[in-house]
């Protein structure tokens, strides 16, 4: 899984590619969390180029999510696909994260 990160300010920007499964989960909850404690919780995950999630994936997000929410913030997501939007919504967990269309809307938030 690539995994790129952009700072716009005080606000991280993570982007995974690829699915999240099993496999990839460690290596991007590792990343997240450092992006978490870099940024005081001011972090905004960029899901537009997340083709699947299986349910380890959730899982992640899920521990993300508490993780922010545990700073005082709340996770901000952006771009979520088609996809990924009825995963959600399906496991009504859409209503558990800010939505965003892109990240610079999601940035903005922060203001």
């Given at each position: 899984m690539k995994i790129t990160e952009q700072r716009q300010g005080a606000v991280v920007v993570i982007r995974p590619c690829g699915p999240?499964?099993?496999?990839?989960?460690?290596?991007?909850?590792?990343?997240?969390?450092?992006?978490?404690?870099?940024?005081?919780?001011?972090?905004?995950?960029?899901?537009?180029?997340?083709?699947?999630v299986d349910s380890r994936g959730l899982e992640l997000l899920l521990d993300v999510r508490d993780a922010v929410h545990a700073g005082g913030q709340v996770l901000k997501l952006c771009g979520r696909n088609g996809t990924l939007r009825q995963v959600l919504e399906m496991t009504e967990l859409a209503l558990l994260f800010e939505p965003y269309e892109d990240a610079n809307m999601a940035v903005r938030s922060f203001l």
């Open positions: 999240v499964v099993a496999a990839e989960v460690d290596q991007l909850r590792k990343r997240i969390m450092e992006a978490i404690d870099q940024s005081r919780g001011r972090f905004v995950l960029d899901i537009s180029e997340i083709a699947y």
